[in-house]
Antibody
Framework: QVQLVQSGSELRKPGASVKVSCKASGYSFSRYAIDWVRQAPGQGPESMGWINTNTGKPTYAQGFAGRFVFSLDTSVTTAYLQISSLKAEDSAVYYC?????????????WGQGTLVTVSS | EIVLTQSPGTLSLSPGERATLSCRASQSVAGNFLAWYQQKPGQAPRLLIYGASSRATGIPDRFGGSGSGTDFTLTISRLEPEDFAVYYCQQYGSSLETFGQGTKVEI
């Protein structure tokens, strides 16, 4: 069965960095993009962008270029989200999700979410 | 960027009643690539509807989607206790998807 399993909760101080992983299984990894979605406390989901699992090329939504980096390790079918120079406002649940590469498709499977808390 | 505006913010209903949720886009959604998700506390969003009106796998037929262009609707014909949750629309017709701010369906 299709699964996206994310790493556990993280607590960081302002200015630090964090790396969240998303392990995919149960499907052909290279057929689907991995999308990243941020959900701040009490807010709706916000698309951060996506990474092409064939080429490794990331695409960032407005406001997420610079401190946010998407990467892959295809040998272990895992996608990563790294956030540097963390700020308090980065505290949120971060989800990975998949959608079909080269097609307009919704996010049919999601990871369970990773809570990132930034606090001194 | 396509902005999605959902209304109402909160819908207070009872089990067995009909729920009608609205999602309006700031510009036409290409291909009517509009999805609806349900989210319960502590859980990831779950895909309910895609292509404006197609139910995702395993979604009961009391959930229905309609609309085109800039105006879309999610209807829950008879609310079950497990349907009380937050619902989000999403457009995925452009290169970067966007979500609405959500409608909470509460008892």
């Amino acid at each position: 069965q299709v699964q996206l399993v994310q790493s556990g909760s993280e607590l960081r101080k302002p200015g630090a960095s964090v790396k969240v992983s998303c392990k995919a299984s149960g499907y052909s990894f290279s057929r689907y993009a991995i999308d990243w979605v941020r959900q701040a406390p009490g807010q709706g989901p916000e698309s951060m962008g996506w990474i092409n699992t064939n080429t490794g090329k990331p695409t960032y939504a407005q406001g997420f270029a610079g401190r946010f980096v998407f990467s892959l390790d295809t040998s272990v079918t895992t996608a990563y989200l790294q956030i540097s120079s963390l700020k308090a406002e980065d505290s949120a649940v971060y989800y990975c999700a998949r959608d079909t590469l080269g097609a307009a498709d919704p996010f049919d499977y999601w990871g369970q979410g990773t809570l990132v808390t930034v606090s001194s | 960027e396509i902005v999605l505006t959902q209304s109402p913010g909160t819908l207070s209903l009872s089990p067995g009643e009909r729920a009608t949720l609205s999602c309006r886009a700031s510009q036409s959604v290409a291909g009517n690539f509009l999805a609806w998700y349900q989210q319960k506390p502590g859980q990831a969003p779950r895909l309910l509807i895609y292509g404006a009106s197609s139910r995702a796998t395993g979604i009961p037929d009391r959930f229905g989607g309609s609309g085109s262009g800039t105006d879309f609707t999610l209807t829950i014909s008879r609310l079950e206790p497990e349907d009380f949750a937050v619902y989000y629309c999403q457009q995925y017709g452009s290169s970067l998807e966007t979500f609405g701010q959500g409608t909470k369906v509460e008892i």
